[in-house]
Every structure is written in structure tokens, then in C-alpha cells.
């Protein structure tokens, strides 16, 4: 299995940045996948999620700001991220989405996506 997320960083309120992940064939091919968040002592929260005709969907908190996509040809998905903002800071990580998406056992390191002045 393999989630490599990367293009984290420190950026400024407002500022962009683009991250992308590996994914392993089995999970790509499989279905839906997503973008989620952590901060440290909260949960892991659902960010966006994108099909396999490419149908996304966002939490309101980044709706308008973020956008999902999928690069087929290279088995990865992506998160454009503008307009940041301070409580965007968490580490980022992909995964397949499915109603039991709490409970998946491997997330891979995550990627930390830090927005301060």
C-alpha cells in the first residue's frame, strides 16, 4: 500500500500551495478518494473528495478555496489550496474514501501544511 502525500509547507495567510499524493493502484483504481486533515488533539477530519468520473465534493470550511483532481495516468490526486488561512494548519493526508473511512488501519506520514504570518 502506498499514500506518499508531499507539497506541504509554511506559507502565509492567503498564500497557496499544491499537494499531491501516490497512491497505490489498488486504492486508485478502487474508488473514491480524499483529502483529510488532523491537528493535534482533534480528529481526523474529511476534506474533499473526488470520484472516478472526477465528481468533487468539499466541507463548507473549504469550499470555494480548494480543489480536488486526479491525475489517472499517474495514479496521484491532488489539492490546489488558496486563499489560506490559519485554521487550514494540520497535516494532510490522502486516502480512498468509504463510509468506514475512520477505521482504515494505513494513512501514510501525511504532509504538515503550516499558515502563519
Known amino acids: 500500500v502506498q499514500l506518499q502525500a508531499s507539497g506541504g509547507g509554511l506559507v502565509q495567510p492567503g498564500g497557496s500551495l499544491r499537494l499531491s499524493c501516490v497512491v497505490s493502484?489498488?486504492?486508485?483504481?478502487?474508488?473514491?478518494l480524499a483529502w483529510y486533515r488532523q491537528t493535534p488533539g482533534k480528529q481526523r477530519e474529511l476534506v474533499a473528495t473526488?470520484?472516478?468520473?472526477?465528481?468533487?465534493n468539499y466541507v463548507s470550511a473549504v469550499k470555494g478555496r480548494f480543489t480536488i483532481s486526479r491525475d489517472n495516468t499517474k495514479n496521484t490526486v491532488n489539492l490546489q489550496m488558496d486563499n489560506l488561512k490559519s485554521e487550514d494548519t494540520a497535516v494532510y493526508y490522502c486516502?480512498?474514501?468509504?463510509?468506514?473511512?475512520?477505521?482504515?488501519?494505513?494513512w501514510g506520514q501525511g504532509t504538515q501544511v503550516t499558515v502563519s504570518s
Open positions: 473526488i470520484t472516478t468520473v472526477n465528481s468533487a
Open positions: 493502484a489498488n486504492i486508485f483504481s478502487g474508488g473514491t
Open positions: 486516502n480512498a474514501y468509504g463510509s468506514g473511512w475512520r477505521q482504515y488501519a494505513f
